[in-house]
Nanobody, 124 residues
């Protein structure tokens, strides 16, 4: 059974850092573009960052540029989202998603396979 599992969320103070992981089971991520998305209470799910199969293409939402870094580890079948200088407005449930293409527009509607999400709360 193909499954994506996110981890690494938690409570962090403003200015702090977290690293989210997205691990695949039942399939290999090598041939999948991966995206990180987030959804805050009362808001629509939005794109955070996406990465191509090779890692050569990476896109970021303007709100997270220079603070977040997406990367992938083919050996461990994992995609990471390194989040630095976190702000209260980053508080949301973070989801990873996969689509079996080299790369795709970093938009919610483009991705078919989704994880269950991990909560990130930025608060003092």
């Amino acid at each position: 059974q193909k499954q994506l599992v996110e981890s690494g969320g938690g409570l962090v103070q403003p200015g702090g850092s977290l690293r989210l992981s997205c691990v695949a089971s039942g399939f290999t991520l090598d041939n999948y573009a991966i995206g990180w998305f987030r959804q805050a209470p009362g808001k629509e799910r939005e794109a955070v960052s996406c990465i191509s199969t090779t890692g050569s293409v990476r896109d970021y939402a303007d709100s997270v540029k220079e603070r977040f870094t997406i990367s992938r580890d083919h050996d461990n079948n994992t995609v990471y989202l390194e989040m630095n200088n976190l702000k209260p407005e980053d508080t949301a449930v973070y989801y990873c998603a996969a689509e079996e293409l080299y790369y795709i527009d970093c938009e919610v509607a483009e991705f078919e396979s989704w994880g269950q999400g991990t909560q990130v709360t930025v608060s003092s």
